[in-house]
Nanobody, 122 residues
Framework: QVEPVESGGGLVQAGGSLRLSCVAS????????MGWFRQAPGKEREFVSS????????RYADSVKGRFTISRDNAKNTVYLQMNSLGLGDTAVYYC???????????????WGQGTQVTVSS
């Protein structure tokens, strides 16, 4: 069992930056692809970004491409999401999840974190 725990959310003004962290307290962390997902009020949970087990492959939703960067440190069992140029559309609860090996989607994720709120103000 891996138990992802997110942190780093908060309130930020439009145009600002925020870095989210996700820790999975398991020695098997390095076996899994990790991903970030978000859910805004009234919307379905959507894919944001993922990174393969070895960090060799990354994927981004079109809405965040060029602004967000995902990375991982397997030695620390931690995955990060650096979010730059934040806009009002980025306001959501952000979830960390683990699943698969190369990529992880909302349908293939196995382990989910509790979520962390990101609010972008005008």
């Amino acid at each position: 069992q891996v138990e992802p725990v997110e942190s780093g959310g908060g309130l930020v003004q439009a145009g600002g930056s925020l870095r989210l962290s996700c820790v999975a307290s398991s020695r098997t962390f390095s076996r899994f692809a990790m991903g970030w997902f978000r859910q805004a009020p009234g919307k379905e949970r959507e894919f944001v970004s993922s990174i393969s087990w070895d960090g060799g492959s990354t994927r981004y939703a079109d809405s965040v491409k060029g602004r967000f960067t995902i990375s991982r440190d397997n030695a620390k069992n931690t995955v990060y999401l650096q979010m730059n140029s934040l806009g009002l559309g980025d306001t959501a609860v952000y979830y960390c999840a683990a699943g698969g090996t190369i990529t992880v989607s909302v349908n293939t994720a196995v382990y989910w974190g509790q979520g962390t709120q990101v609010t972008v103000s005008s």
